[in-house]
């Protein structure tokens, strides 16, 4: 028998558990909730701020998780997914089960939307009903919120430039004023007035820009960055219920930017599908949506929402290899004027078009019974090509700079930073039409071209980010968003290890003496690189902790462990074994080396 709380006394009107329930929930709703990265899940069937329980409802909830646990199932992962490919390798064995920045029944690590809103909850988030509480700009120095704005700008503002910053500089000025009168005494009306500006549009704006430069900047949940969003979330609910507005898009594509610093895709990718219905819902995705604005500076701010919205879609799509929600036909948007802002999102959107192409060849070729579409692959191959040709100048990825050490990073970072994820997004889309040949032995013995490409171009990708994290900070203040291409060549870096062909004699289909040293190289580069990610950015140490075990999966499938991997000739390097003359294939009579059985177990 449970153990229960002392009745109330008589005539206390919260004298039910309902009611003590409604006023936490009220209460956390608007005063927010601190929650450290990796902390104990609220219970399914209660809204996020509801924690708190008495004894006697701890007691009775433990009871009633004991008779009807919630359902634990996996979260589908389609064919254009790492997750997909990593599963592909293992035969769905252990060491390959890949977690991700959720927990066993899909909970968040970090930031939570409640998305059932009641009506109490809707009428205590009035503005106000803020008043008692301090606003986290309070806590901040008008000079710290211009530097974290600048950080923003440096980042996701350069890739999405959907927030004006003239207007958000002007924001800064008149919420610091508000909060200097604030100090002074004032009317009843002058604070509902400095509650409600407080709480505009504009200002939710500014607080989700700080939020993402502070998560940024700490590469995890900072106290600062979650006290701004439980400030904006009770009004992000109200506006779920409510008309959609251009600018109420932007916050919610702030949101969506905000998952994705913290590593959480499936969360992020909730969010921009979102914001992606209510561009649908207002229109502003049509070709005759610019006569809808009333100034020119509103109907390209429209244009770059869409165009953002469009972009993360086809992103979101990939990450889980699910369906996108905008389609190529409802992209009709223009823009009338150039706008130097927005070439790189301009060019993402034609790169997005191509990638939607390669999600349905790849989710058709998932099969691995099914021969592979090699015409439909070479002309994505060709389109993808054609894309960085015409490229302008400023946005082409120049390597050969970066290696030499002539790159200034002073000068040129922001140059820099467009065009290697232009780079990497287009060696991304090579590797996704690419992987399925090496789904399979029988794939690979009957395409030999395209495995090969497969691994060159995943060896590629690893070797692009090492290259810019030894030259360049990059790496290391956006850990996170790169990690995103590290991940996805490292899919097909375990499918080449664990699906290679049996011998060269029996398939007359080998690897090189050059691609097989990628290989290796690659794949232990790209272990230190998770480990790296974890060390500077915490949330991503769950990473890291998953792919840690795959090193010495890796040398029982027969690739040399690291202190073997620099001679490709060691007695002990399983299906690498090759004559000691044998260097290179393209002037040697003996064949190339082979992956021994082994590799096939997985």
Known sequence: MSSRSPAPESGNPLDDSQGRRRVRQNRDLLSGQWKSMGGE?????????VQDESPGDRSDSKATKSEDPPDQIRPYRGATSSDFSFQVASGGSQPLRRSSGEGAGGTPRGFEINTIVSSEILAASKPLARLVFNDPLQEMKYSEVIRLVSVFNSGPGL?????????????????????RESEKPQTVQRQITAAEELNSTKTLTLKLVIANALTLESRQISRLAQRHFDSVRESLGSSFWSLPSLGGIVNWILVALLHFHLDEELQASRVAAHAARLCLEMGINRKDANCTFKTPQDALLATK?????????????????????????????????????????????RLSRIAGEACRLASRISDRSV??????????????????????????????????????PFTNESSLYMSSILFLRANQLRNLIHRPALYSADRITANEQYPRTAIDVACEAVQVLHELNSSTGLVERHAVFFKYFLVSAFSSLLLAIAKA?????????????????????????????????????????????SVNSLEAWAVQMGLPSRAESGDLSWP?????????????TETSSNPAPVINGAWLEG
């Open 371 to 408: 021969p592979l579409s090699t015409a439909d692959i070479d002309f994505l191959d060709y389109q993808i090509s054609q894309w960085q040709l015409r490229l302008p100048p400023n946005l082409q990825f120049n390597r050969a700079e970066l290696q030499s050490g002539q790159f200034d």
């Open 41 to 49: 899940a609220c219970p399914t069937n209660a809204p996020s701020g």
């Open 572 to 584: 002990n390097a399983g299906g690498f074994v090759l004559p000691p003359q044998t260097l290179d």
């Open 305 to 349: 929402v869409v165009w953002a919205v469009f972009v993360l879609d086809r992103r979101s799509s990939i990450a889980l290899g699910i369906p996108f929600v905008v389609q190529d036909s409802d992209l009709n948007t223009v823009m009338e004027t150039p706008d130097p802002d927005s070439i790189y999102l301009e060019t993402v959107v």
């Open 159 to 179: 890739l999405y430039p959907i927030v004006e910053t003239v207007e958000l500089l002007q924001t800064v000025e008149r919420v610091f004023q508000l909060l």
């Open 501 to 545: 062909p049996v011998s060269y004699t029996a398939t007359r289909v080998g690897l090189n003496v050059t691609l097989l040293a990628q290989l290796k190289q690659s794949f232990y580069r790209a272990l230190d690189m998770f480990k790296l990610f974890g060390t500077r950015a915490p949330s991503l140490l769950h990473l890291w902790e």
